[in-house]
């Protein structure tokens, strides 16, 4: 039986920056991740960076993935993970696929999007209902679209569509826009969108594809015809397959300044975690820390 000095789980900002890390340290150690990038390979516009007045997500994910590869980092792709459990001094991390063992481990599994949990939501899925804008805003050059969420996600997917689309609405259930200001300030001067402030979205209707939305406002009943309906109400941490590590109320996994978890061994960071800030560069010193920490961990097994 292989057992790692660590296993990193998640090929985001975070658990990238942990591999570079831990490979300059010679550490003997995996990535399991169900795909490269993260949420960051979502994003359009990147202008906070350091090193990039301008990038895009899945630009910057490629340099990432050319400086891994400067160190012959084991990656293993479409290793989702679905369980990690203690076996005696050993973490077994278990797969879609395989287990895996370790010594340490690293949680940097990041977040997936948040559901309206509304009528026709899961019948339209795939049918004009959308959580990527950067996988599928080209599938509705020319169409009306509606984009539910006033946060930094939204405002991106709107920026982004607005290159494509004929007209769209976005549509915040809170009574003002979330997001940077200077991202709101840039849309408001877009003509081709609508911003529906203190709007909630009731049910999403059509027949093979998606072709209204009603929604709530001042108190009445709207009917508000699209093509498509770009989901952004935020996200979730991804960390249900371990339950013995503290988490808060949000489901984040609680860690202190050197990215330990309340479990000996068991290191996480990134989105995943209950860190300050949920940003990508934010993501990748939280990753560093982790590698750093389960380093000097090992050195008193």
């Not at 946060?151 to 007209?167: E, H, M």
Request: proline share 2%; aromatic share 10%.
């Amino acid at each position: 039986m292989k057992v790692y000095e660590l296993i990193i789980t998640g090929g985001g900002p975070a658990g990238i920056t942990a591999a570079i890390y831990s490979a300059r340290k010679q550490m003997d150690f995996t990535i399991l991740t169900k795909d490269i990038g993260g949420q960051a390979s979502l994003s359009w516009e990147i202008e906070n960076y350091i090193g990039y007045q301008f990038i895009t997500g899945p630009d910057l994910v490629e340099k990432f993935i050319q400086h891994i590869k400067e160190f012959n980092v084991d990656i293993k792709e479409n290793q989702e993970v679905i369980r990690i459990s203690k076996e005696g001094s050993i973490f077994n991390v278990k797969t879609v696929k395989d287990d895996y063992y370790g010594k340490t481990v690293i949680i940097a599994t990041g977040r997936r999007p948040k559901k309206l949990n509304i009528k026709g939501e899961e019948e339209f899925r795939n049918k004009g209902i959308v959580y990527c804008a950067t996988c599928d805003a080209p599938l509705f050059r020319d169409k009306e679209v509606a984009v539910i969420g006033g946060g930094n996600s939204g405002l991106d997917s709107v920026l982004q569509l607005s290159r494509i689309a004929r007209k769209i609405y976005l549509i915040e259930i809170k009574n003002d826009l979330t997001g940077d200001k200077i991202v709101i300030d840039k849309i408001k001067e877009l003509e081709k969108v609508e911003i529906m402030p203190g709007t909630e979205v009731k049910g999403i209707y059509g027949g093979k594809f998606i072709e209204r939305i009603k929604v709530k406002k001042d108190g009445k009943d709207i009917d508000i015809k699209v093509d498509g309906v770009f989901i952004e109400i935020g996200s979730e941490p991804n960390a249900e397959f371990i339950d013995f590590v503290e988490k808060n109320e949000y489901g984040e996994i609680i860690v202190d300044c050197k990215n330990r978890t309340s479990y000996p061994g068991v290191f996480a960071a990134g989105d995943v975690t209950n860190v300050f800030a949920k940003q990508i560069i934010v993501a990748c010193g939280e990753g560093a820390k982790a590698s750093i920490s389960s380093f000097e961990y090992l050195k008193y097994l």
